[in-house]
């Protein structure tokens, strides 16, 4: 099995987590600049696909907690057509998104790791968006 890539696209900041080649365990492993065009982040986050050898993306779908979509949508879905058309044979996996960030916070706290170290949250956002996707497959 290959491996499978997590993606916390944010605006600022993509966290980028990725899974053993088994699919069983997420590991952040790295934070890609997303105020660069949207064609060099594609470019940047591909990189990292075929470095690790990826068959699937897992991509954080940013739904608004009351279940509606809001604008960050359009902005993921822009990265996911030009990421498709740039790595047609790679699967996408929308994974709902909400409350990962907390959810990275409070384990930056019990890790006891400064908050204000953005990087690290948006990779733990993209591990704990993987890992999620990764026990449902295996639950």
Do not use: W
């Amino acid at each position: 099995m290959a491996a499978v890539m997590g993606i916390d696209y944010g605006d600022s900041r993509i966290g980028i987590a990725v899974s053993d080649g088994l699919g069983i365990v997420a590991t952040p492993r790295c934070v890609i600049d997303g105020k660069k065009s949207l064609a060099e982040t594609v470019e940047a986050i591909g990189a990292v696909y075929e470095a690790e050898k990826c068959g699937s993306v897992v991509v954080g779908y940013p739904i608004n907690m009351d279940g509606t979509f809001g604008n960050r949508i359009h902005r993921t879905e822009k990265f996911i057509e030009k990421f498709s058309e740039r790595y047609p044979d790679a699967v996408i996996i929308r994974q709902d998104e909400r409350l990962t960030t907390k959810s990275a916070d409070r384990a930056m706290i019990d890790m006891g790791v400064s908050q204000r170290r953005k990087g690290i949250s948006d990779m733990i956002a993209a591990q704990i968006i993987l890992q999620g996707y990764l026990d449902s497959e295996h639950g």
